[in-house]
Each structure stands twice: as structure tokens, then as C-alpha cells.
């Protein structure tokens, strides 16, 4: 069995009925797979059941929106190559430490917005795997509310990704893919 959690990287990257982006909104979603199902299949599976369920219909659009590019910084990536044959086993993500073996820029980025709140779009070229290790002191939050004014835009993370890896967390606007919810029912229709 395994539970599903959808996560957007940003309220702004879904759009659609106010009452999606409430906290009484959250459903826990638990199926079964056989273990031989692919990850994509996967995927496929679990949309089905939430259009299904849901009488979702979406569709996907472009807008103008904030989003963090990560460049490499002007002395050049600290980043080490992961070393032929290692596995990624041993990873530890917590707020104030981010430690990875054998991760790919796509999935670092994946990371980071969990503790950065906005989408992130790799600028750095870097293919590839690399040992990670990011430490940080956190800001306590000022608000619980994502995007309030008490929320800090940049901080100990930013300093830390430019000091420690050698690259930079950099606010830009530009063209991002946003998911539009044209219909979906609160409650879903029974199994």
C-alpha cells in the first residue's frame, strides 16, 4: 500500500476553486499497486482515480510568475561528483540540513523548495550526480500563512546554497506552467 500526497511547489502553480488551497481540503488518498508497477503507470493510475473520483477536469497554462532560478555562482559550483558506484542510501533532509548521496540537480531543486516555498528552475547546466551537504540555521516563521507578510523571502537557506555548493538562489519572473482546475467536487464518489 502506498499513500499519496500531491505537492504543487507553489499556491501560485495551481488555480482553480478557492476552497482547493484550504487546509479543510486535504485528503489522505491511500491505494495499492502491484509492485511491479512503473513509476509512470503509477502515475497514470492515480490521475485516473482522481478524475474519476473527483469529477476532476484541468487543463495546464503558461503565466507570468515569481519563481527561483539556481545558477551556478560566479567562482564556479562546490558541488563533488558523486564517486562511481556509490549508492544514495544514508540521506537526511530536516529543516537546517540537507544531506544527499548521488543526487541529480532536478531532484536537489526538489529539496529545496520544500524550504523555499516557490518553484525552482534549473539554470545551471550541471548534469550528472553529486554529494550534497547543506547546513543551515532556520528563521522561525512569522506567520503560518504561505505568502503573508511575515513569511521571509530569502535568508539562511539562500546564504547557505551560495557559501556551501557554490551556486545561487536567484528571483526572476518569467513564464511558468500553472495547473487550472476547471472542476473538481469537494467530496469524492465513493469506492
Known amino acids: 500500500m502506498s499513500a499519496v500526497r500531491l505537492k504543487i511547489n507553489s499556491d501560485d502553480q495551481i488555480a482553480g476553486p478557492d476552497w482547493l488551497k484550504s487546509h479543510d481540503a486535504l485528503l489522505g488518498i491511500v491505494g495499492k499497486a502491484p509492485p511491479e508497477t512503473s513509476r509512470d503507470q503509477f502515475r497514470l493510475m492515480r490521475r485516473k482515480l482522481l478524475t474519476e473520483r473527483f469529477q476532476l477536469t484541468l487543463h495546464h497554462e503558461q503565466r507570468e510568475l515569481a519563481f527561483l532560478a539556481l545558477v551556478a555562482d560566479k567562482k564556479g559550483s562546490k558541488l563533488q561528483e558523486a564517486a562511481p558506484g556509490t549508492d544514495a542510501a544514508g540521506s537526511t533532509v530536516w529543516q537546517g540540513q540537507i544531506v544527499q548521496h548521488r543526487v541529480s540537480i532536478t531532484a536537489l531543486m526538489v529539496v529545496l523548495g520544500r524550504f523555499t516555498g516557490r518553484p525552482i528552475v534549473d539554470m545551471t547546466g550541471m548534469k550528472g550526480s553529486y554529494d550534497v551537504k547543506l547546513e543551515w540555521i ?51 464518489l465513493p469506492n
Open 138 to 188: 532556520p528563521l522561525k516563521r512569522m506567520s503560518a500563512i504561505p505568502g503573508d507578510a511575515g513569511d521571509v523571502p530569502e535568508g539562511p537557506i539562500f546564504e547557505a546554497v551560495e557559501e556551501q555548493l557554490g551556486l545561487k538562489l536567484e528571483t526572476r519572473k518569467g513564464p511558468m506552467d500553472v495547473i487550472v482546475v476547471d472542476h473538481a467536487e469537494k467530496k469524492p
